[in-house]
């Protein structure tokens, strides 16, 4: 009896597709994204996020260990909003939204890349105090991850230009 799985097929087409357009891995050995790894030293000056965030970065960029080839300063700007709102009035889903711009440059200060990004999330805001405090730190957490990630793409899409 054979047997047909279309997540198997679909894996296979999208597996050719990427193979015919020369996708290529980022942080494939020999490539200049990939000999960024531990060369940064990363500064967000700020509050309990500011530090997630730089957490975040450090982890997937690494961490230099000694003295770093490149300097990443990044401005963070959070803010918080209403997202839904009960038949009384009362909020039960708030948004966290930040935006942050990001600078890199060498040893010698010179500026070798530059970017701004944005993200946004959301969490619930209930009665029970411990409860809701859990879920804004989650989203504090989620939302630091989605700037890392979206600073760290931008960077490698660009690292060809101005890694040493």
């Known amino acids: ?3 047909f799985s279309r997540r198997g ?3 296979l087409l999208a597996g050719l597709a990427a193979g015919g357009c020369r996708f290529e891995p980022a942080l494939r050995s020999g490539q200049s994204a990939a000999i960024l790894a531990g060369q940064f030293s990363v500064s967000v000056p700020g509050d309990r996020i500011a530090f997630l965030l730089e957490e975040s970065l450090l982890q997937r960029l690494g ?4 003295i770093p080839s490149y300097m990443m300063q990044v401005a963070l700007e959070v803010s918080e909003g209403k997202g839904a709102a009960t038949g009384s009035g009362g909020v039960d889903r708030l948004l966290l939204s930040g935006a942050a711009e990001f600078t890199v440059s060498d040893a010698d200060d010179v500026r070798l890349a530059d970017g701004a990004v944005k993200g946004l ?3 619930s805001s209930i009665d029970e105090i ?3 405090d859990a ?3 989650d989203a504090e957490q989620r939302l630091a991850d989605l700037l890392a990630e979206k600073i760290v793409a931008r960077l490698l899409l660009n690292s060809d230009e101005w890694s040493l």
């Open 130 to 132: 411990i409860a809701s």
């Open 1 to 3: 009896m054979l047997y």
């Open 9 to 11: 097929a679909l894996a």
């Open 135 to 137: 879920a804004r730190k």
């Open 121 to 123: 999330v959301t969490f």
């Open 63 to 66: 961490n230099s260990g000694g």
